[in-house]
């Protein structure tokens, strides 16, 4: 059974970094899949942040996110990382680990599509 846990998220400052890390085996049980974060902020629906599609090996980022958050794998310990770099009052919300099999592409990941969730990890910004 796959799981995947988050952690690392906190209270900073505005232009302050964070990094998230979820842990999870998913690379030993599927092929091509997605795994990346998404966000739901109070009061506003789950939005995706950023995915790293590995049938080509490339990494996407939601336009409000470029140039300020990264991430990085690293496959020995089954960790994705998510460096949330000069963050904002308005990247505050739950972030969420999430992995979407047979994913081929930025637009296979979306919510209705995951299936494994991390329970998430909160990050707060304030200015």
């Known amino acids: 059974q796959v799981q995947v846990v988050e952690s690392g998220g906190g209270s900073v400052q505005s232009g302050e970094s964070l990094t998230l890390s979820c842990v999870g085996s998913?690379?030993?049980?599927?092929?091509?899949?997605?795994m990346g974060w998404f966000r739901q902020a109070p009061g506003k629906e789950r939005e995706e942040v950023a995915a790293?599609?590995?049938?080509?090996?490339?990494?996407w980022f939601t336009e409000s996110v470029k140039g300020r958050f990264t991430m990085s794998q690293v496959k020995s310990n089954d960790t994705l990382y998510l460096h949330l770099n000069n963050l904002q009052p308005e990247d505050t919300a739950m972030y969420y680990c999430?992995?979407?099999?047979?994913?081929?592409?930025?637009?296979?990941?979306?919510?209705?599509?995951?299936?494994?969730w991390g329970l998430g990890t909160q990050v707060t910004v304030s200015s």
């Open positions: 999430a992995v979407v099999v047979a994913c081929y592409g930025d637009g296979d990941f979306k919510a209705d599509n995951v299936i494994h």
């Open positions: 998913v690379y030993y049980y599927y092929g091509s899949y997605c």
């Open positions: 790293i599609i590995t049938l080509n090996n490339s990494t």
